[in-house]
């Protein structure tokens, strides 16, 4: 994410280095449609900038969904197994 912020909102378009920013690009295509679909309820218009802003937002609430599901039954196992 803060590749894709940097080559996009701080790096000019003469600037940018293509190999960064479309690397950074692909990783999050997997939520485009959906970040796409959540700027429609907010604007009128579309900016691939911002879709690829709340793509990764998306992706990070997802990461933390699932790492606080597993460190959750990581916890209550462990203190089950301590119990004599």
């Known amino acids: 994410m803060i590749l894709f912020i940097w ?12 190999d960064i920013a479309g690397r950074s690009q692909n990783y999050m ?15 009128d218009t579309i900016n691939t900038t911002t879709v690829g802003i709340v793509a990764y ?14 460190s959750n039954k990581t916890i209550k196992r462990t203190n089950t197994d301590l119990k004599f």
């Open 29 to 43: 295509f997997g939520f485009v449609y959906w970040g796409s679909k959540a700027i429609i309820l907010f604007a």
């Open 7 to 18: 080559q996009f909102i701080f790096v000019s378009d003469v600037n940018r280095n293509f």
């Open 57 to 70: 937002l998306m992706m990070f609430i997802v990461f933390t969904a699932g790492f606080i599901s597993v």
